[in-house]
């Protein structure tokens, strides 16, 4: 009688056909493996928009995660469980070191991410799938013999993995994600979004100084003048720029205007309410006088008169709807509104064209090459605006940057300093001018009704016919002569923006000391207070300004 041979048994451990993996496991991995990939391939036009770099990683890892889901399904192989292993702790590595000390490449180099629910999410599954097939590589046979929890293992996590997959893509973190902002920064499309991403792309910081962006904040003036477009938006004319630029415009107050309370605390002083008073005049007087006393304000005293201008809504004077500004230093005491310039062409044209301007204006030193050069004196000095010298055959309608009708100096001798330019253009009617520098920041005023004797101005525009009479002069009437100044000789830089109506470093002090302190505003009282330091893309525009006793180097 034959013997009957008994099958042998098979070791949990041995291979099967299938490579030795059982159908649930290799399933269960492959749901994660693939919900992985889905949220890296969701999250590819997040970080190509910022970086090409991390577009593609992510896109690279979607794939990988992939092609693993696919060939745990198809062909199962002891190598494609030790590349999911190896990689999947690598994409974790990654991930960790971005959320502690920030990668060194891409948009977002040396930024350190915020941990968000889909980042939390796409970690666990990698660090499931690494688990999983880790435990394949040491047990292959591993629920081969359990065929109901096979099969309990290879439905329930897909399922599992498809509904928190999608949840995860349809949550606002995928959305929103961030690279480094906290979660209180604004969100993706609002006003304050379009803002700061106005503010990290334009290119015209160095146009003014340091001090400009922070006296805007401080006094609530707009700086980005750009429409946005959301709820909050500023009312936008035509050609697509906010032209309201007061205090409360809608997106000024809502992203740049301060928030600092009253550094006087609401108690004031005499000095304050003797700049309170000036402001609004029509008085060029007026003017002068507000500016000749600024330069004795306390630094309390000084903030707390921008304060005082955000307050009343006088910061970012508005123009008219002709555009016309009349009074005072050309209708604007405090910082003016900018609009920003985020056209790198735009910005090398306006930088090419200052230079010029600069040069012409250095090419004058002092008033008596002013005199030599076919100019003559027309106003004496002003604090705020300086003395005017014009040179009449250039006064006509046609904007010349290389060809200022006017030169301004720091006081009434032929030894005085150039402190800027004015250019004077002829123009009937009310509307402003359209010529000028490029850019929408230059603006032109008029000042109308000045009491002239011959070429000076003996006079400002509130002098009454039979005053101006009594001084032998005569009462203007012309409304076509429009003038806008341009801060451009260096240590003369104005703190209320390169085109601003008046400045505060032409103070009185200035003048007393004209033709001995060696140019450069370096005889006015009130440049200590002052970073006339090109800005840069950090001088934010909420940023709060620095003690002027800082900015005096004390």
Known sequence: MAATVAPESTPDDAPGDDGGYAIGPRVALAALSAGAGVIHFAMVPTHAADSVVEG???AVAGWFQLLVAAALIVKPDRRWLQATVAANLAFIGVWAWSRTVGLPIGAHAGTVEQVDTIDLLTVVLEGLLIVGAAALLVRPNLARNASAGALVIGSIVPVAVLLLT??????PSASQHSHGETASGPAPGSAAAQLAAIDATRCDKAVNPVSYWNEASVAGVDTVGIAVTD?????????GHDHSHGAADAAGSATTTT??????QGRGSPLLDKLVSKMGSDSEVDAGILVAELANATPQEYDAFLYQLRKSGAAGHSHSASGDDTGGHGGHIGPNPWVAMTDPAQCAQLDK????????????????????????QVTPYVPGIAAHWMKFPYVDGTFEVDKPEMVLYDGNGLDAHVVGLSYYIVQPGDAEPTQGFTGDNDHYHRHIGLCTKGAMVIGDSTTTEAECAALGGKKGTNRGGWMS???VVPGCESPWGMFSGATPV???QLAERSGTDGGSCNGSAAKARYDLRPGTTSSATTTPPPAPEAAAGK
Do not use: C, N, Q
Not at 166 to 171: D, E, F, K, R, Y
Not at 356 to 375: E, F, I
């Open 166 to 171: 999608t949840m995860a893509i349809a949550s």
């Open 485 to 487: 100044h341009a801060w």
């Open 259 to 264: 928030t600092l309370p009253d550094p006087l």
């Open 353 to 376: 064209e200052l230079r010029t301007a600069r040069d012409v204006a250095l090419s004058m030193p002092t008033a008596a090459d002013a005199k030599a050069a076919g100019y003559t």
């Open 231 to 239: 709820s909050s938006s500023a009312t936008t004319a035509s050609d």
């Open 56 to 58: 593609v990683g992510f």
């Open 506 to 508: 032409l103070d009185k």
